[in-house]
């Protein structure tokens, strides 16, 4: 997803732009530019690639001056061109501006701009600039310009932009997309991630829907309407070294091997906040948890330890489709909205919808300060640190953790869930090292298959579910995760010699059904690959999983799936932290 940062500071501003980005990559990009201003002129380069790419092409690093901004482009309007790369200015080339969201009024917008300015890109940012250079030609002030322009935006955005009539700030809004504030003594920033400027800082402020902040010798926020507001400096406790590799190839098989601790880490938590939020769920006439994507497979394994452990109803609707059911949404209902970055943009909206109709919040999120953990009644945390690829792996742990501790809550068995939790940790760092090396072998022996079905009961269905969107989002191969039973009344028909079934066959009530239904697929001629405690001989590969609780199984069965999907990803030379056309955090509907 796109990424901005602005800098004003003592030292230039180049540098540390770049360095800024480079920490933004992890969400997603085609192409990269940043704009500073020195002595009365804008210098900007940008264009399509990598930032290295981009370096490569172009002296960016030297661009001069202590002022500037900065953006990874993830295309929305218009094709990857280096035209349509971010900086984007005025008809004089005074102003420049960088911008995260989309502009839905844009095409309205350019057609008046049109007769009289110069637009060069297809994309929904470039009116922004035009409409600053309005404003600022009829006698606004940067800020009163970048004031005036946002009221006549329609739909998401956060923007910054610089103009060599002011050269020593940097002014930037948000609606909906979100945009952070970071200073020290002798240098200030704003970013779309905190991540991008936390080497320099971790004292942040988090801009509210339609605030403004002023970066220059000191920073001042404005509200809606241009007042000064104050606002405090909190510090974030994510430190820098938890988002680098630390050794490892790529963030993501360190962020696997990190997933005992973070399951220990998401354990932390207030146990009055947890009882607070127990209750809340038990007294709702109606409950309905809301996520995409992994988050959403957390959420249908919460549903089902609440209705296992807590005799709890409640649905589970996707973020994209959750405003269509807003008819049946009031006053008596909870709504619990699980997301990593606490930014995707399909929860936001059905959230608010939710809110508009009275319901209450409850947010589980990684991301302190978070769009979604601001709206929420009530917020639990992930505490695990920042997640950098893209791919999301120890965060579905810590939800399920936080999904375990909740259910626990309304059973009153908070400490005996603790415990059980705490022994699996260990669990899971041996059965890394057990199936590691098979894992490698299997994903090399499968390497040439282009259909991957996984199958699961019960508890376990969301994990063939997430299993097989791990092996998509990073191999670029079609996998699709069912439950076993529901193999038979269509996708049977794919299955031909040779074709890869995943079965989730731990040890339990289901064990019997689930390798029937394997054995459907056998019948066709599949390769079978079985999970579970005990090898079988409908197996032509195994891996192993230790012997847990049914309840906790989900915990052990999905991290050899992510690592399956990681191994999967390298012998088909695929980069799993940076997969095609996917972003860290979607902040577009
Ligand atoms: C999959 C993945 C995505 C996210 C989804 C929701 O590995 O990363 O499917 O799970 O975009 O993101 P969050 O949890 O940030 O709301």
């Not at 001069?64 to 200015?89: E, K, L």
């Not at 905190?194 to 220059?216: K, S």
């Not at 405090?232 to 963030?251: R, S």
């Not at 415990?419 to 059965?431: G, R, S, V």
Request: proline content about 4%; overall charge negative; charged content about 25%.
């Amino acid at each position: 997803m796109c990424g901005i940062i602005g800098y004003v500071g003592d030292t230039a501003a180049a540098p540390i732009l770049l360095k800024a980005l480079r920490n933004l990559e992890y969400r997603g990009y085609d192409s990269a530019g940043i704009a500073t201003i020195h002595n009365g002129k804008v210098s900007a380069e940008k264009d399509v690639g990598k930032i290295d790419q981009v370096c490569g092409k172009h002296d960016l690093e030297k661009l001069p001056g202590n002022v500037g901004i900065g953006h990874v482009r993830w295309a929305t309007h218009g094709d990857v061109t280096q035209v349509n790369a971010h900086p984007h200015f005025d008809c004089k080339g005074e102003i420049a501006v960088v911008h995260n969201g989309i502009v839905e009024n844009y095409r309205e917008l350019r057609t008046r701009l049109e007769p009289k300015h110069r637009f060069v890109s297809q994309t929904d940012t470039e009116v922004i600039p035009h409409l600053i250079e309005e404003y600022m030609d009829a006698g606004a002030t940067l800020e009163q310009a970048v004031l005036q322009t946002s009221r006549q935006l329609k739909g998401c955005y956060a923007f910054a932009a610089v103009c060599v009539k002011e050269p020593d700030r940097v002014v930037a809004t948000r609606r909906e997309s979100p945009l952070v504030v970071g200073a020290n003594s002798h240098r200030a920033f704003i970013a779309s991630d905190a991540l991008a400027f936390l080497q320099e800082t971790n004292r942040v402020v988090f801009l509210e829907d339609g605030e403004f902040v002023i970066l220059g010798k000191t920073v001042t926020f404005l509200d809606q309407d241009g007042k000064p507001i104050k606002k405090e400096f909190k510090e974030v406790d994510w430190k820098w070294d938890q988002a680098t590799k630390q050794g490892y190839d790529y963030y993501m098989m360190k962020e696997i091997l990190e997933e005992p601790q973070a399951i220990r880490q998401a354990m932390m938590q207030d146990r009055k906040l947890l009882l607070e939020m127990g209750i809340g769920i038990l007294r709702s006439r109606q409950v309905v948890i809301t996520a995409c994507g992994t988050s959403r497979f957390a959420a249908l394994i919460g549903r089902y330890l609440f209705s296992r452990l807590a005799g709890k109803f409640c649905d589970v609707i996707m973020g994209s489709e959750f405003q269509y059911f807003s008819d049946s949404i009031d006053r008596n209902t909870l709504v619990i909205a699980v997301s990593q970055s606490g930014e995707t943009a399909d929860v936001i909206q059905g959230v608010k919808r939710a809110k508009e109709n009275g319901a209450q919040v409850y947010s589980i999120v990684n991301t302190v300060g978070s769009t979604l953990a601001r709206m929420a009644d009530r917020v639990l945390y992930l505490n695990c640190g920042p997640e950098i690829g893209v791919a999301a792996t120890k965060t579905f742990v810590s939800q399920l953790t936080l999904f375990y501790l909740l259910a626990f809550t309304m059973e009153n068995r908070l400490d005996d869930g603790i415990q059980q939790l705490l022994d699996i940790c260990p669990l899971i760092e041996q059965n890394v090292k057990q199936n590691n090396k098979g894992l490698q072998v299997l994903a090399q022996k499968t390497r040439d298959r282009n259909d991957f079905y996984y199958i699961a009961r019960g508890i376990n269905f969301a994990i063939a579910a997430e299993g097989a969107l791990k092996m998509k989002e990073i191999s670029y191969i079609h996998a699709e995760g069912m439950p076993a039973g529901e193999l038979k009344h269509g996708t049977l028909a794919l299955v031909d010699h040779g074709t890869p079934i995943v079965v989730v066959a731990p040890d339990d009530y289901t064990y019997d059904e689930t390798i029937a239904n394997a054995h459907e697929t056998k019948a066709r001629g599949a390769f079978v690959i079985g999970l579970s405690e005990e090898t079988n001989p409908i197996f032509d590969a195994w891996i192993p999983i230790p012997d847990v609780d049914e309840i906790f199984q989900p915990l052990v069965t999905v991290v050899p799936l992510q690592l399956l999907a990681y191994y999967s990803a390298l012998a088909r030379g695929r980069d799993p932290d940076k997969p095609r056309n996917l972003a860290k955090s979607v902040t577009v509907l």
